[in-house]
């Protein structure tokens, strides 16, 4: 478990975008901050869960230059919430009322305020670590010189061994995002197991999108196999976003595994560059053009085996369809065996009426590779 940071936070706007970007990358890197986000009139830098944001100034519209918004850590949300309470009977302007806000970090809940000078400031807390699930097993899974946080479930019926699904998530994410794909599996007779990649809550080690997070869920996968009650012979890799990324190259290294699924990957990293000019920082901080193909599953379809399927809205703005089609026209050139469902009208979060619809799917793709032959 990472130590909690007392640094949840900040904004701030600045006179010239492009001059501050400069000045700053002199020392944020420096304590382990990376640029994962930049459009033309603001920047965001991230260490792990922690956010940095820089705005450009708009003329006429200016708070400073200066700061914007802090942010500072509380130790559980009853602090959070006596914070709000003790303010909002002093009269303080309260921006916010205490409100979960999981997309920006788990377990993240806050109240936010105004203090006298008129600077905004939140109050957050979030998890330290993942946290307990009732129906699941919590485990420690050996990685590639890491441990991996996770959650093993049991199916709902039926006699071991089972059949497992081992599901991985996008970035900023953890295990518990795939909790309830985890228990959609058990209840179709499949153990799952729901693994934090490297970087992410309740593993260790840095965040790589996919350089040695695949090395990880091989070692998982052995330790998956190794399970009383699984059956070692039918276990399939599932993952989303950066997780489907990762689930492609742990399948080009020809692990025992019937299947692997996709949801909405990158497969082609440096035409990944090229369509969203959003992560372009992110993918030359965290590895230039030479760190690009090592993490492209479109290079190495030759040596994927398992059946793929592969998962994609046509409106996804963050990894553009071109990716799933591109891998997919790969794939079938090597004479592989691949799936696609292209969802239409589906950007890089699904519908609850579209989630209903790509599980279908999912499940017919799994049923017919991880039956028993």
């Known amino acids: 478990m ?14 010239d975008l492009g001059r501050s970007v400069a000045f700053h990358r002199l020392w944020l890197p420096m304590l382990g901050f990376r640029r994962v986000w930049a459009g033309d009139n ?14 450009q100034a708009k003329e006429g519209i200016s708070y400073g230059p200066g700061a914007l918004w802090l942010a500072v850590s509380a130790e559980s949300r009853a602090q959070v919430d006596q914070v709000f309470a003790e303010l909002r009977d002093a009269g303080a302007e309260i921006l916010q009322p205490p409100k979960e806000l999981d997309y920006f ?55 071991p061994p089972y059949p497992a699904v081992i599901l991985l998530h996008g970035f900023a994410g953890h295990a518990h995002n795939m909790v309830g794909l985890a228990r959609t599996c058990t209840a179709n007779g499949y153990a799952a197991l729901a693994l934090s990649l490297r970087g992410w809550l309740g593993s260790d080690g840095e965040s790589d999108q996919g350089l040695r997070q695949p090395l990880d869920v091989l070692a998982a996968i052995d330790w998956l196999a190794k399970r009383p009650l699984v059956d070692k012979e039918r276990i399939a890799v599932v993952g989303a976003s950066m997780g489907g990324q990762v689930a492609l190259l742990v399948a080009a290294h020809k692990p025992p595994i019937r299947a692997v699924a996709s949801f909405y990957g990158p497969t082609d990293l440096a035409r990944w560059r090229e369509a969203n000019p959003f992560i372009r920082d992110y993918l030359d901080d965290l590895c230039g053009p030479e760190g690009l193909p090592v ?53 890089h979060f699904f519908t609850e009426q579209q989630n209903a619809q790509t599980r279908r799917k999912l499940f017919d793709f799994l049923r017919r590779h991880l039956n028993r032959s």
């Open 2 to 15: 990472r130590p909690r940071s007392s640094f949840a936070g900040a904004a701030i706007e600045v006179s």
């Open 42 to 55: 603001r920047v965001m830098w991230s260490r792990g869960y922690d956010h940095f944001v820089m705005r």
């Open 105 to 159: 970090a788990p377990g993240y809940y806050s109240v936010a305020f105004r203090d006298p000078d008129g600077v905004p400031i939140e109050v957050a807390h979030r998890w330290d670590d993942l946290p307990e699930v009732a129906d699941a097993e919590q485990v420690q899974v050996p990685g590639h010189g890491v441990t991996l946080g996770g959650y093993f479930f049991k199916p709902q019926a039926g006699v």
């Open 295 to 347: 993490r492209s599953p479109i290079l190495r379809v030759a040596q994927i085996d398992a059946p793929v399927l592969l998962v994609h809205g046509d409106r996804d703005e963050n990894v553009p369809v071109e990716q799933v089609q591109a891998m997919a026209a790969a794939l079938k050139g090597h004479g592989k065996e691949v799936e696609t469902f292209i969802v239409p009208g589906g950007t």
